[in-house]
């Protein structure tokens, strides 16, 4: 896989989610039926449209032909030691700086709040957690030791995804971007909290915010939707793809953050 690197600054910015509803063909030329069709075979020889199996869970996602690129339609979910993946609910650790000491926890503390957020009918922590997990993966780290910032650890990179796909590069995010011609609402899944977004290409990505561990709450869950490239904007920072506004931020306190997978 190359590694790219450039300069770019662009602050980081809230997400907002307009209120309209995009039909196929919103009278701009760009059809979905050209761009994304539902039926058909994409450059590989597999349908537009299906499902595929990780080797390595047992893991089945589904994914979604957009121009010539396919993309998983789901957030990776695929567990790696901490401090590379995580998610509400499992075990963590970390450095308590007075002591000198590493503290291990398992914390369900917030989880309450992301299942009244999720609509969720579940009862008890775990089944909380599993339900998140399903629906919005897990936050990793793609920084060496899983810190906040850094150079990519490649290793982690290059074995992250399902065999036969990888961490998209920034210039494979400018193409999807540029093939949506901008309107992300084409790409959003429709949650309990936007009810008003297309998702005409089934790429659905949804609002899953981050992890900043050791304090993960509903604030950071939820409120923006970033994911992971594989290029490096510095020897220090990593390009982060911001769907909302179909751009990119680089940021000194990266914490976790969920991944998509494109097609080899």
């Known amino acids: 896989m190359k ?5 770019l ?21 760009w059809d979905a039926a050209k761009v994304c069709p539902e039926t058909g075979t994409n450059a590989y020889g597999m349908p537009n449209r299906g499902t595929f199996t990780d080797e390595r869970d047992g893991q089945v996602y589904r994914y979604t032909t957009i121009g010539n690129q396919v993309w998983m339609a789901e957030n990776l979910r695929y567990k790696l030691p901490y401090p590379y993946s995580y998610a509400p609910g499992e075990d963590y650790f970390y450095v308590d700086e007075q002591k000198k000491d590493t503290v291990y926890r398992h914390d369900t503390t917030g989880l309450g709040e992301i299942g009244k957020a999720m609509q969720s009918k579940c009862t008890d922590a775990d089944c909380i957690a599993a339900e998140f997990v399903a629906t919005f993966g897990r936050y990793y780290s ?3 030791n899983g810190d906040d910032h850094g150079p990519l650890d490649w ?7 399902p065999k036969g796909w990888h961490v998209p590069t920034r210039n494979e995010w400018e193409t999807l971007f540029v093939q949506m011609d901008g309107n992300m609402e084409r790409l959003m899944k429709v949650v309990p909290w936007w009810q008003t977004v297309s998702d005409v290409c089934a790429f659905s990505f949804v609002q899953a915010g981050h992890a900043c561990v050791p304090i993960v709450n509903f604030e950071s869950v939820f409120h923006s939707a970033d994911y992971w490239t594989s290029t490096q ?19 000194a306190n990266l914490h976790k953050i969920p991944i998509r997978c494109v097609k080899d």
């Open 142 to 144: 793609l920084i060496v």
């Open 233 to 251: 904007y510095s020897s220090e920072y990593v390009y982060i793809a911001q769907l909302m506004y179909a751009t990119f931020f680089e940021d």
């Open 155 to 161: 290793d982690i990179v290059d074995s992250v995804c």
């Open 9 to 29: 600054i662009v602050p980081m910015l809230a997400f907002l989610v307009s209120c309209t509803t995009e039909p196929d063909d919103d009278g701009d030329g």
């Open 3 to 7: 590694r790219f690197a450039s300069f």
